[in-house]
């Protein structure tokens, strides 16, 4: 539970260091499912945009988390064991 408390902190605080433009659209993208085109039109830009946005924001969130978890040692398996 400590360990999945932890992962949770982690995950709030590399999603805030994304700027703004990149938060919402992984916010929109990987929290609250919207497809690309719908995430366009609520944020106002182009489709590109918003692809682009995405993968950097992922990126920035991997590099975030990967530094974050090594930090806090070795990764807990967040699937159950058979």
């Known amino acids: ?9 982690a995950i709030q605080r590399c999603l805030m260091a994304l700027r703004g433009d990149q938060r919402a659209v ?6 609250e499912g919207f497809d690309y085109q719908t995430i366009a039109g609520q944020v106002g830009a ?8 995405l993968s950097r924001a992922r990126a920035a969130l991997r590099d975030c ?16 064991r058979d």
């Open 26 to 31: 992984a916010v929109l993208s990987d929290v």
């Open 65 to 80: 988390l990967r530094d974050a978890l090594e930090l806090s040692g070795p990764p807990e398996r967040l699937t159950p």
């Open 1 to 9: 539970a400590v360990q999945r408390a932890e992962l949770q902190r």
């Open 46 to 53: 182009a489709l590109g945009t918003v692809k682009s946005r």
